[in-house]
């Protein structure tokens, strides 16, 4: 039988991730247990020998607003919701006084650091492939940027998530051409088609999904699609926590049995969250990722089952 995989991936943005629909000073305490939750989080991987994969954005590369100034790309994002705009948003926080949201150079250091730890990209800006009046020009632009600053930082970009999950085929071939191998796509399910208008129906059932038992979400290692570049499947997001314990219980419940469903048929199953997720409720959000963890180590230990980074999965199915 072949050995089952477990993959993580982590959309790494801080606030350029959500800052269209938050008030920043309400977000404050949120941020900052952000901040305290990821080294907690390396603890928890390093200690059961787990690889993730980073997909960050790369403004968080940046040190300060000065050299955020000077490594705007040349071509932005003509979005015509102009609210999505990350650089009009920037220029309006510099003297906010946050800028650790921001900038997190030292942690991205750190997180390089920690055996097992793939730095991903989540394009420059956390650039939206789907929103009317970007262009795949703008979109080259952004991941070319992404690459120089990684390059300041000793990495090479191979594994792309892109935010929002909005998945466009048709950027495949520019990821290819700048150096991305491997890219996450969404799960199979109708709900998650992020090139449809996401209806109220859609939305509540990814929600539904999270809590009861819709599907399969783990996959053999022959249907990871290879295209350009190396489409692999997300299985699960790990939903925030919530007020409601019983909802906890359930949502873990189904990662925890889907893993070992994984582990006993050989199969990949890829979860994701936000590490910015973790900022409600944090110490109960990191008891969760530990049981996760001793969940996998069983499953290594019993039915050989692997912990892989992206790029793994990539450099496996090739």
Request: hydrophobic share 35%; proline share 3%.
């Amino acid at each position: 039988m072949k050995k089952g995989a477990l993959v993580i991936s982590l959309d790494f943005e801080l606030v350029w991730g959500i800052f269209d629909h938050i008030d920043l000073k309400d977000k404050v305490a949120y941020f900052d247990n952000t901040l305290n939750a990821i080294p907690k989080m390396l603890e928890i991987f390093e200690r059961h020998d787990m690889r993730v994969t980073w997909a960050t954005v790369g403004m968080l590369f940046n040190k300060n607003w000065e050299e955020w100034q000077n490594n705007i790309p040349t071509l932005l994002p003509t979005y015509d919701n102009a609210i999505l705009n990350p650089y009009t948003y920037g220029n309006a926080h510099q003297k906010s006084g946050y800028d650790r949201f921001f900038f997190a150079p030292e942690l991205i250091k750190t997180i390089q650091s920690v055996k097992g730890q793939e730095i991903g990209t989540h394009t420059y800006s956390h650039y939206y492939c789907l929103e009317k009046g970007q262009t795949v020009a703008q979109f080259e632009a952004d991941l070319q940027q992404a690459n120089l600053m990684a390059n300041q930082f000793n990495l090479k970009l191979t594994s792309l998530v892109f935010p929002r999950n909005q998945f466009n085929k048709n950027y495949l071939k520019v990821c290819s051409e700048n150096q991305i191998e491997t890219v996450r796509t969404n799960p199979d399910d109708w709900y998650w088609d992020t090139t449809k208008t996401d209806a109220l129906f859609s939305k509540l059932a990814r929600t539904g999904d999270a809590y009861l038992p819709f599907g399969k979400k783990s996959y053999t290692a022959e249907s990871v699609h290879k295209a350009t570049v190396v489409c692999q499947k997300a299985s699960r997001f790990l939903r925030p926590q919530h007020q409601i314990s019983v909802l906890n219980s359930l949502r873990l419940s189904r990662i925890k049995s889907e893993i070992v469903g994984a582990a006993q048929n050989g199969e990949i199953y890829h979860l994701w969250w936000h590490p910015h997720n973790f900022g409600f409720d944090t110490d109960n959000a990191l008891k969760a990722l530990q049981e996760i963890a001793l969940l996998y180590q069983h499953c290594n230990q019993v039915y050989g089952m692997e912990s892989l980074t992206m790029k793994q999965i990539s450099d496996n199915s090739i």
